[in-house]
Antibody, heavy 121, light 112 residues
Framework: QVLLVQSGGEVKKPGASVKVSCQAS????????IGWVRQAPGQGLEWMGS????????KYAQRFQGRVTMTTDTSTTTAYLALRSLTSDDTGVYYC??????????????WGQGTLVTVSS | QSVLTQPPSVSGAPGQRVTISCTGS?????????VHWYQQLPGTAPKLLIY???NRPSGVPDRFSGSRSGTSASLAITGLQAEDEADYYC????????????FGTGTKVSVL
């Protein structure tokens, strides 16, 4: 079965960086992309971006441009989300999800369990 | 501030039908982008409920259905059950955001 297993929670100080991993199994990794979604405490879902696992092509939400990097390692079927210059507004749960490509707009069919990132001085 | 607007909450008694709207514009739903729906139970990751307006993944009960009308989409839950109490989000893409994805504001469904 398709599984996405994310790394554990992180506590970071303002100005630091964080890197969250998402290990995929149960399907051919390069056949689908990986998307990343953030959820601040008590808030809704926020689309951060996605990466194609076959060629590494990325698409980022404008508000994260210049501060986010999404990568994949096909040898370990793992996707990574790196976020720099953290502020308290970056506190939240970060989800990875399998991205099903569609001309009319991708969707996420399987999700990781989420990784809590806490930014606090 | 999302470009896809949902009602903050809807409620219904067990067995009733409720609908959740997702209102967009000519740069997202009206531009031909599909709408997808997710259910998020308390303390858990979101789960795909409907993709491309009307399609249910395997395992999703047929009590859940989706539709589109102009620049809006809707999710209907018929035969409401206690286990349906959750947050629901629509998801699409927007050409004014350089084709980036966007989630709706989210709707809390309460079962009375």
């Amino acid at each position: 079965q398709v599984l996405l297993v994310q790394s554990g929670g992180e506590v970071k100080k303002p100005g630091a960086s964080v890197k969250v991993s998402c290990q995929a199994s149960g399907y051919t990794f390069i056949d689908h992309g990986i998307g990343w979604v953030r959820q601040a405490p008590g808030q809704g879902l926020e689309w951060m971006g996605s990466i194609r696992a076959d060629n590494g092509h990325t698409k980022y939400a404008q508000r994260f441009q210049g501060r986010v990097t999404m990568t994949t390692d096909t040898s370990t079927t793992t996707a990574y989300l790196a976020l720099r210059s953290l502020t308290s507004d970056d506190t939240g749960v970060y989800y990875c999800a399998r991205d099903i490509s569609s001309y009319e707009g991708d969707y996420f069919d399987y999700w990781g369990q989420g990784t809590l990132v806490t930014v606090s001085s | 501030q999302s470009v896809l607007t949902q009602p903050p909450s809807v409620s219904g008694a067990p067995g009733q039908r409720v609908t959740i709207s997702c209102t967009g514009s000519s740069s997202n739903i009206g531009a031909g982008y599909d709408v997808h729906w997710y259910q998020q139970l308390p303390g858990t990751a979101p789960k795909l409920l409907i993709y491309a307006y009307t399609n249910r993944p395997s395992g999703v009960p047929d009590r859940f259905s989706g539709s589109r009308s102009g620049t809006s989409a809707s999710l209907a839950i018929t035969g409401l059950q206690a286990e349906d109490e959750a947050d629901y989000y629509c998801h699409s893409y927007d050409s004014s955001l350089s084709g980036a994805g966007v989630f709706g504001t989210g709707t809390k469904v309460s079962v009375l």
